[in-house]
């Protein structure tokens, strides 16, 4: 019998948070880097922006995965099981938004390999599409982050009140 056990709904709700923290630093990042502007000395901002994007994307797709696991245990036990599909509706599109980051990411270092390519895309455009690609991708965490409250605390997602608690549900302590 294992001493520390998680059901498996606990699992989406705890891994949230890395992409949360991890993509809103990256729209603070690169905040900063459009600020700054292309001086050497803020190189780093860069690097940390594609840091902070990589590292975020992995989590998300992380939680994406915990998040279909604990969908499948707590819908049977939803009022409204379209808020459920609604919080995945959102947080595909962050999904989304996060790969269209990636690939801008990515030609920035296909453009000067990729004919033409350079001359439609200046380094201070591509600053400023990641810094729309990021203010998205931070709206969507938003949302989906209202939306799974909201099916915590109006629907009780997740809930297992133990056998030993006198507190009426939604009462003061």
Partial sequence: MPIFTIRSELWHPM???FPIALLTMMLGVK????????RAQ???LGILYRFFL?????????????????GDVVKKSLCDVAALYRHEDLAYRVLWFVL????VDFS??????IPGLALVLSRRSLQWIEMGLS????WFLLKTGYSGSRLVYEQGAGVVRSAGCKTPVGGAR
Wanted: glycine share 14%; hydrophobic share 45%; net charge neutral.
């Fill in 15 to 17: 891994a949230a948070h």
């Fill in 31 to 38: 905040c900063l880097g459009v600020l700054c502007g292309d």
């Fill in 42 to 44: 803020f190189h780093f």
């Fill in 54 to 70: 990589y590292c975020g994307a992995g989590s998300l797709g992380a939680t994406l995965c915990l998040g279909d696991i604990s």
């Fill in 100 to 103: 269209v980051a990636l690939a």
């Fill in 108 to 113: 920035r270092h296909l453009k000067n390999q």
């Fill in 135 to 138: 203010v998205c991708i931070f």
